[in-house]
């Protein structure tokens, strides 16, 4: 039995076969074509083809997409919605998309606050307004809107309401409408989750286009006995009856499965990971194979948001940035770069930019296109060049790291070759084989999670039992999601102090993974 | 008098953040209260303190409790007239305007969007000037002005209002009532005279947020100087140092998150260390063994790109920051200043040196 991961990217649609085992058959990139399916499409023919492997052999099949992410940015393919909150007597004085600009608003039909809601420890807020509930979706029906987002204060406590107005949503609006709720997306912090939520119910018609475009290029190859997976933000997976539910989740998939993706090739659960690009680096942080998630606020397509997303930080450096001297001497590179026409412009590609790339072929340190080519760059220029790239990855390296201890640091991506071999704070530097296909591999080998959050006071739960409690809750939601009972980890385990509250209450989340039942 | 819309909105938010010094909560919630009232009710006026009549009742308004709580349950809405109409039936007057009592942090919006709600003024001073962690740490307590009557309202039509003999236990009380009414509720305290206010009130403190706010939005459009220059220049900031956070020790005890964040030098900095110490805000900076600030002068941590203040609750490792000393209000360096919020109260052994003076103008 195999598993095939896919990575749709901006400019290469990878493709990755690994066996049973987790070895890496093949590996293969593919242009992205417009309409995505036929690059999807002609990335699986060729690793088929390269891997000899029998298509009816492939047991799952994972996909890694930006497709929701893109669809928001260019506010394209957005579906009207009905937005519900769950919280008055509290929240009213928040009004819902308060600070969304005009276009992305759009997006929204008609938004109400009806009472209902929790207080931080569990007790009501107020009851559920069933009939003001049943009203909205009644208006909603009249005015043809077919996906509802409902959120509700401190439903990550407790998300009965949340439920129960989806259960009336159904009843009102038909089995087949779309409902999104809040509990299911993002964590504490009301305004940001409740967000999220109206962005995933605007991209059910996307999500419903690219899993059914997914699972036809996948039956196209004749890949037939293939269980189909998306990928999510925490490197997990998702069904693809899920992931018609929840798209939201994967908008982050890319930096989360390249971080993974190079922690299993290189065999290192903990390290830091820097993934080369054309144009920018994205440095990332892989913590007992998980990325580290954020702890600020995301901000997609202008929209404050708070669900898992890898620590990510992005500097303009890459194969494809410009190499500038100045008249004082000083030399930089980027932020600026030629992108994906690096194969025309750059000098040894037969161009005039000096590119990064230039550089490090000048200097020795890579070797590709026509070296001839870039001798007439002056060796102390391109040094120097080679120096600032240098420090430019040290500073990112050393930023993303947890202490001033030494870490180990995974090199990925097509323009990894401009970095030097050994970096300071690097114990090792690593460049495993596949390196320019980490993402597809990430994709490829995800887990499915759980995620277990609650408030807890720890005078009168202490604090080992309340955290082996959420660790067993944790553990059974993943087991619900289709891990292996027997491989459940607990990945992650925080707990923060409430602050200028009294007593002892602490913000406690566990996060729990598996591998996937076959 | 003038008039507070959007955009004096956006920049008192971001200019709250650095008055906060560390701590206060993240403005941006109560922003997107604040202009929620604005576009419905519309612009705010505000009121230059000398414009208050002498005898002009002036309550207060502030929200209390874990910024946390307020994330999920923010205001109800209905909070800023159940308390308006008790206190004014209480003192038997009616209310002329209100005002911040916490410059610093998430409590220098609530009040805006309380004035847009009522039809109400409000004045361009706090009791504060920054951000502190208890109800008595304001300069009306020095004016011996009570903290009582001390109105609280939840957002589920709960309300109370009562009298107490200190300050202390305006404080005591209240925290109670936060407890039970789920973890934040709405408060008018310090209910006093214009004359009042204008003796002991940190006067203009708005029109500073403002501008603070509006110095860090434009700081990347100076030419003539550096980001970094054109940032202390525009906030009479003292540069205290620069580095990189390399470890942070938190403790919780009692409400409080107490801590320790220590920074090595970079740039011109670079070999030598200092450390912040916290309790929810900054409360003294040292460098190379030497104190350089201490409250009640503000110390602020703020990203060297961005300049973006960078709260105690979010200081982590690897992060690059400017260690900024801010001066504070005058009154807090008297002899009753000092005793309600100097170094000496927070459990800090050492006198209290103004920060431009133990600072010795910064490093430059």
Same mark, same amino acid.
């Given at each position: 039995?195999?598993?095939?991961?896919?990575?749709?990217?901006?400019?290469?649609?990878?493709?990755?076969?690994?066996?049973?085992?987790?070895?890496?058959?093949?590996?293969?990139?593919?242009?992205?074509?417009?309409?995505? @399916?036929?690059?999807?499409?002609?990335?699986?023919?060729?690793?088929?083809?390269?891997?000899?492997?029998?298509?009816?052999?492939?047991?799952?099949?994972?996909?890694?997409?930006?497709? !929701?992410?893109n669809a928001i940015v260019e506010r394209k393919n957005l579906a009207k919605i009905g937005f519900m909150r769950i919280g008055a007597p509290a929240s009213c004085g928040i009004l819902p998309m308060v600070d969304w600009s005009d276009d992305i608003k759009a997006v929204c039909e008609k938004a109400v606050i009806i009472r209902g809601g929790f207080e931080f420890d569990g007790r009501e807020l107020a009851p559920l307004d069933e009939d003001a509930c049943r009203d909205f979706c009644q208006e909603m029906k009249e005015k043809g809107v077919r996906s509802i987002a409902i959120s509700g204060v401190f439903s990550t406590i407790r998300n009965d309401n949340e439920l129960r107005a989806a259960e009336?949503?159904?009843?009102?609006?038909?089995?087949?409408?779309?409902?999104?709720?809040?509990?299911?997306?993002?964590?504490?912090?009301?305004?940001?989750?409740?967000?999220?939520?109206?962005?995933?119910?605007?991209? !059910?018609?996307?999500?419903?286009?690219?899993?059914?475009?997914?699972?036809?290029?996948?039956?196209?190859?004749?890949?037939?006995?293939?269980?189909? @997976?998306?990928?999510?933000?925490?490197?997990?997976l998702m069904t693809m009856e899920y992931a018609r539910r929840y798209p939201i989740l994967t908008v982050a998939c890319g930096p989360t499965n390249s971080i993974r993706g190079a922690s299993y090739l290189s065999k290192v659960a903990n390290a830091i990971v820097v993934d080369v690009g054309g144009t920018t680096t994205d440095v990332g942080v892989i913590q007992n194979e998980f990325p580290r998630e954020s702890s600020v606020a995301v901000t997609i397509g202008g929209v404050r948001t708070n669900f898992r997303m890898p620590d990510v930080m992005s500097i303009g450096l890459g194969g494809g940035s410009i190499v500038r001297e100045h008249e004082d001497g000083s030399v930089t590179v980027g932020p600026d770069s030629v992108g994906y026409e690096i194969t025309s412009k750059a000098m040894v590609f037969g161009g005039d930019v000096m590119t990064a790339t230039d550089v490090a072929v000048r200097t020795g340190k890579a070797k590709v296109g026509d070296p001839s080519l870039v001798e007439s760059i002056p060796l102390e220029l391109a040094e120097k060049a080679m120096s600032v790239i240098r420090t430019m990855a040290e500073d990112a390296v050393d930023a993303m790291k947890v202490s001033s201890d030494d870490s180990d640091v995974i090199l990925v991506g097509g323009g990894s070759i401009i970095l030097p071999d050994e970096l300071a704070g690097a114990?090792?530097?690593?460049?495993?084989?596949?390196?320019? !296909?980490?993402?597809?591999i990430g994709s490829a080998i995800s887990k499915v999670s759980g995620t277990y959050e609650t408030l807890v006071d720890y005078d009168e739960v202490p604090r080992d039992d309340a955290?082996?409690?959420?660790?067993?809750?944790?553990?059974?939601?993943?087991?619900?999601?289709?891990?292996?009972?027997?491989?459940?980890?607990?990945?992650?385990?925080?707990?923060?102090?409430?602050? @200028?509250?009294?007593?002892?209450?602490?913000?406690?989340?566990?996060?729990a993974a598996g591998e996937l039942r076959a | 008098m003038r008039k507070l819309g959007i955009q004096e909105i956006q920049d008192i938010a971001r200019g709250a953040a650095l008055l906060g010094a560390g701590g206060g909560g993240d403005p941006y919630l109560g922003k997107l209260v604040a202009i929620g009232a604005i576009n419905e009710c519309g612009p705010v006026t505000l009121l230059d303190p000398e414009e208050v009549p002498d005898d002009a009742l002036i309550v207060p308004f502030a929200m209390m409790g874990a910024p946390t709580v307020l994330s999920e349950k923010g205001i109800g809405g209905e909070e800023y007239k159940a308390l308006f109409d008790l206190v004014e039936n209480h003192e038997g007057k009616k209310i002329f305007?209100?005002?911040?009592?916490?410059? $610093?942090?998430? &409590?220098?919006?609530?009040?805006?969007?309380?004035?847009?709600?009522?039809? +109400?003024?409000?004045?361009?001073?706090? #009791?504060?000037? *920054?951000a502190f962690p208890e109800l008595q740490m304001v300069t009306f307590t020095i004016g011996g002005i009570k903290s009582s009557p001390v109105g609280l309202a939840d957002e589920k039509g709960n309300t109370v209002i009562f009298d107490t003999i200190t300050n202390k236990w305006s404080e005591e009380l209240a925290r109670s009532v936060v407890m039970s009414c789920g973890g934040s509720v709405a408060v008018t305290l310090y209910n006093m005279t214009g004359k009042q206010m204008k003796e002991y009130g940190v006067k203009g403190i708005v029109t500073r =947020? /403002?501008?603070?706010?509006?110095?860090?939005? &434009?700081?990347?459009?100076?030419?003539?100087?550096?980001?970094? /220059?054109?940032?202390?220049?525009?906030? /009479?900031?003292?540069?205290?140092?620069?580095?990189?956070?390399? %470890?942070?020790? *938190?403790?919780?005890?009692?409400?409080?998150n107490f801590g320790k964040v220590v920074v090595?030098?970079?740039? %011109?900095?670079? #070999? *030598? =260390?200092?450390?912040?110490?916290?309790?929810?805000?900054? +409360?003294?900076?040292?460098?190379? $063994?030497?104190?350089?600030?201490?409250?009640?002068?503000?110390? =602020?941590?703020?990203?060297? /790109?961005?300049?973006?203040?960078?709260?105690?609750?979010?200081?982590?490792?690897?992060?690059?920051?400017?260690?900024? $000393? +801010?001066?504070?209000?005058?009154?807090?360096? =008297?002899?009753? $200043?000092?005793?309600?919020? #100097?170094? *000496?109260?927070?459990?800090?052994?050492?006198?209290?040196?103004?920060?431009?003076?133990?600072?010795?103008?910064?490093?430059?």
């Open positions: 039995m195999y598993k095939l991961g896919i990575d749709v990217g901006g400019t290469n649609t990878d493709a990755v076969i690994i066996d049973e085992n987790y070895n890496v058959v093949a590996s293969v990139k593919n242009p992205t074509s417009g309409d995505v @399916y036929e690059g999807i499409v002609g990335a699986v023919q060729k690793v088929l083809n390269e891997s000899g492997v029998d298509r009816k052999q492939i047991g799952q099949a994972m996909l890694g997409t930006t497709q !929701c992410t009336i949503a159904r009843e009102v609006l038909g089995d087949d409408v779309h409902v999104s709720i809040s509990s299911e997306i993002g964590s504490m912090g009301l305004v940001e989750r409740e967000n999220a939520t109206i962005l995933n119910a605007a991209l !059910c018609q996307v999500a419903e286009k690219f899993t059914d475009g997914f699972a036809k290029s996948i039956a196209h190859e004749g890949i037939e006995n293939a269980k189909i @997976y998306l990928s999510q933000n925490d490197g997990t114990s090792r530097t690593i460049k495993p084989e596949h390196f320019g !296909c980490a993402n597809a955290l082996e409690k959420a660790k067993q809750a944790a553990a059974d939601m993943a087991a619900e999601a289709g891990a292996v009972r027997e491989t459940v980890e607990i990945i992650d385990v925080e707990d923060v102090p409430l602050q @200028y509250y009294p007593g002892n209450t602490n913000r406690v989340k566990v996060k | 305007a209100t005002m911040p009592m916490e410059a $610093g942090g998430l &409590n220098s919006m609530f009040p805006i969007a309380a004035a847009a709600r009522l039809g +109400l003024p409000m004045v361009d001073c706090d #009791g504060m000037g *920054r =947020s /403002e501008k603070l706010g509006a110095a860090m939005r &434009n700081v990347k459009n100076v030419t003539d100087k550096t980001p970094e /220059e054109a940032f202390l220049e525009f906030t /009479e900031g003292i540069r205290l140092f620069k580095g990189k956070i390399t %470890d942070v020790r *938190r403790e919780t005890r009692g409400a409080f090595d030098g970079i740039d %011109d900095c670079k #070999g *030598r =260390s200092a450390y912040v110490e916290f309790q929810n805000e900054n +409360l003294a900076a040292v460098v190379d $063994g030497e104190i350089v600030a201490t409250t009640p002068d503000l110390i =602020s941590l703020v990203d060297t /790109e961005t300049f973006t203040p960078v709260p105690t609750d979010a200081l982590k490792y690897g992060k690059r920051v400017l260690i900024v $000393g +801010l001066k504070c209000y005058d009154l807090w360096r =008297s002899k009753q $200043g000092l005793d309600l919020v #100097g170094p *000496r109260y927070f459990g800090l052994d050492t006198d209290y040196v103004p920060v431009e003076v133990r600072g010795k103008g910064g490093i430059r």
